[in-house]
């Protein structure tokens, strides 16, 4: 099994760009999360799914949407990437509430 | 909503001593205190976690405690080894059900 993983590990972009964040898990997890770790901020909720079908706003929404494509992936897209976006992103999935959060590796992403 | 603290943010320990991190929560219907551990350039790991109704749990060199009454829960690794060098964060899961994690805590174990 893979885990979670995550495309692609490092990224630039100039402001006003856009790009999607890839997310898979292959342990049939019901949920699914976007965080942002930012220095001496630990991580951030940006959005997550509880389940297929379903996506709601976390503690940091603002500039991001997202997309849960099946029960395995989860996308995450900044429409006009601004410099406040330069962070670690990292995808999780977990069986469901409560329970052991799987994260990925991270994406490096740098706004110019 | 819920808001986690966590503390010291560095913490410098020579091998074979033990270590404890400290965090405060605020939201009294959190019932899910996971630790993580993450390592340089990867995704955090679960390490250990304790649910409300317990106010202790071990796993070999690694223990938390939990005080539900003071809103508190701390780390204990204990004969800490270089390979323990790593950010530990704390979390706590609140009403709604999504995890808040503290700042995190930068462990260095020096042989």
């Known amino acids: 099994n893979a885990g979670v993983t995550q495309t692609p590990k490092f990224q630039v972009l100039k402001t006003g760009q856009s790009m999607t964040l890839q997310c898979a898990q292959d342990?049939?997890?019901?949920?699914m999360y976007w965080y942002r770790q930012d220095p001496g901020m630990g991580l951030r909720l940006i959005y997550y799914?509880?389940?297929?079908?379903?996506?709601d706003k976390g503690e940091v929404p603002n500039g991001y949407n997202v997309s849960r494509l099946n029960k395995r992936e989860f996308s995450l897209r900044l429409e006009s990437a601004a410099p406040s976006q330069t962070s670690v992103y990292f995808c999780?999935?977990?069986?469901?509430?409560?329970?052991?959060?799987?994260f990925g590796p991270g994406t490096r992403l740098t706004v110019l | 909503g819920e808001n986690v603290e966590q503390h010291p943010s560095t913490l410098s320990v020579q091998e074979g001593d033990s270590a404890v991190i400290k965090c405060t929560y605020s939201d009294s219907a959190s019932n899910y205190f996971p630790w993580y551990k993450q390592e340089l350039g990867k995704g955090p790991q679960l390490i250990i976690d304790i649910r409300s109704n317990v106010g202790e749990k071990k796993d070999q060199r690694i223990a938390v405690t939990l005080n539900k009454t003071a809103k508190h829960f701390s780390l204990h690794i204990t004969e800490t080894q270089p390979e323990d060098s790593a950010v530990y964060f704390c979390?706590?899961?609140?009403?709604?059900?999504?995890?808040?994690f503290g700042t995190g805590t930068r462990l260095l174990v020096s042989p």
């Open positions: 342990m049939n997890h019901n949920s």
């Open positions: 979390a706590a899961s609140g009403s709604f059900q999504k995890l808040v």
């Open positions: 799914s509880a389940s297929e079908g379903t996506t």
């Open positions: 999780a999935s977990s069986e469901g509430w409560g329970n052991e959060q799987f």
